[in-house]
């Protein structure tokens, strides 16, 4: 039995309980959201020896790293640093998006050495063989495509992103209406080409429970990949993105109806003022799936900030329901990302993630700053820096310009307030400092 017959039975498994010990809830609220589908714990059955993730209503916003080589910058030892470098930064969990090298021996590597839920995108795998092999995206067949599947569900992959509301239609709607900047999404793009090349209907919608059936037999997530997502300010929350929405609510309802459990991908690049709307329209259309979401990003002109422009726009999904957060790097839009980049990339959106935890009211978030804060009014470096969220870039900057008089720092020095008004308020207005901060100046 999948984990979401078992919630629908009313048994709560081990990954369950897991979930709900490392989350501060009881197995009980995951159980019954895994049944009514607004929670999702992600852990392929024969993935074992790495820990479940629970993402949904009610729980901590969770971090992506996408990693993974290109057919022009390809290094395995590279994507295994990366891998590691993001971990330790906080992600939660961590797709492979190669399209270049072995990239079989990729993926089982990051697969062996991941501590945390792995996903991939299998058309990837499906398209690179079919130029390889037959000289042409369109020549990978309905059958390749679902033994790439099976593939990755066999090996272990946790989750896997199926653009299954790309369409015929829908490409009909992008026609009709025109776009700024068309179509962005690899996997979409490689289907769209197929479709249209074949004169035929999407295979991962035409055939999907066929898909599920492969998703039943690994307990395998879905993510249902937004193939039409905007790739541009311009082109946000239009008709061909909202009718690719509706056809994976449906699909959603037909994957809960098998047992299956699902993630749904969102946009993209969205004004700050349609962010909300977004995530309100996704959790009623797809009936309360966790919504995952990449940025978003709201602004198209800062390439080599996008972090800073995804991390903003993570903020106000995640504060408005949104569930699941992919990481945006600095060298998105111009580069396959370095070590350093998914680095900070993850640091960027655990902020985002935190700071909308806290709007939600997510358990433990806010009494983290509480303490933090409670540390730097006694100041309390070492458990500062120790408890911050880059542990190793706090202690750097304070090393570098540790003051004289080393319980304060180099921006106010002397004429620390917070250090003055401690010892103003506990003298009883006669401290050992004379008049506190007057008698200073």
């Known amino acids: 039995m999948t984990k979401m017959e078992l919630a629908k039975s009313g048994r709560t498994s081990e990954e369950m ?3 709900a010990k490392a989350e501060g809830v009881g197995p009980e609220f995951i159980r019954q959201g895994v049944e009514e589908g607004n929670i999702v714990v992600v852990r392929n059955n024969r993935h074992g020896y790495i820990r479940p993730l629970g993402i949904g209503k009610g729980l901590r916003t969770k971090i992506n790293a996408n990693i993974g080589t290109s057919k022009d910058h390809c290094s395995i030892e590279e994507e295994i640093k990366k891998l590691e470098v993001a971990v330790l930064a906080g992600a939660d969990s961590i797709m492979d998006l ?6 079989r021996e990729i993926r089982r590597e990051i697969l062996a050495r991941s501590p945390v839920i792995i996903g991939t995108v299998p058309i990837y795998q499906a398209a690179v063989a079919a130029v ?38 829908g490409i009909e709607i992008l026609r009709e209406d025109g776009r700024l900047l068309d179509v962005v999404s690899r996997g979409g793009v490689f289907l769209i080409e197929w479709m249209l ?24 997530t879905l993510s249902l990949g937004d193939g039409l997502r905007p790739g541009c300010l311009a082109d946000a929350t239009d008709r061909a993105q909202i009718h690719e929405l509706k056809t994976l609510g449906e699909l959603t309802e037909k994957a809960w109806d098998a047992g299956v459990q699902v993630i ?46 995804g991390a903003i726009g993570g903020a106000i999904a995640a504060a408005a329901g949104a569930d699941f957060l992919c990481y945006v790097t600095p ?63 706090a202690r750097k900057m304070r090393n570098e310009s540790i ?20 010892d103003y308020l506990e003298s009883g207005f006669k401290g050992s400092r004379g008049q506190g901060i007057k008698g200073k100046l």
């Not at 190669?98 to 990239?103: D, E, L, R, Y």
């Not at 990755?152 to 989750?159: I, L, M, P």
């Not at 797809?286 to 080599?304: E, M, S």
């Not at 730097?376 to 190793?392: A, C, F, M, T, V």
């Open 98 to 103: 190669s399209t270049g090298g072995p990239i």
């Open 264 to 309: 749904v991908e969102g946009p993209g690049h969205v004004p700050i003022n349609q962010i909300e709307r977004n995530v309100r329209l996704e959790k009623e259309i797809c009936k309360g799936a966790p919504f995952y979401v990449l940025g978003p990003l709201v602004t198209d002109i800062a390439p080599g900030y996008d972090h800073i422009t």
């Open 17 to 19: 309980i897991e979930v």
């Open 331 to 393: 060298s998105e839009h111009l580069r396959l990302p370095a070590v350093e980049d998914v680095k900070e990339g993850v640091l960027a959106s655990k902020i985002a993630a935190h700071a909308a935890d806290i709007a939600k009211g997510v358990k433990g978030a806010i009494e983290r700053d509480n303490e933090f804060s409670r540390m730097r009014k006694n100041l309390d470096w070492e458990g500062q820096i120790s408890n911050s969220l880059d542990p190793d870039k």
């Open 197 to 220: 090349y074949n004169e035929r209907e999407n295979p991962l919608y035409e055939n999907f429970d066929r898909l599920l059936d492969i998703a039943r037999r690994y307990d395998l």
């Open 132 to 169: 390889e092999e037959k000289g042409h995206i369109a020549g990978m067949s309905a059958d390749e495509i679902f033994r790439t599947i099976e593939e990755h569900g066999k090996e272990g992959v946790d989750f896997v992103t199926v653009h299954c509301g790309v369409t015929l239609q």
């Open 403 to 422: 003051p004289v008089d080393s319980d304060v720092c180099t921006m106010c020095g002397e004429f620390c307030s917070i250090r003055s008004v401690r």
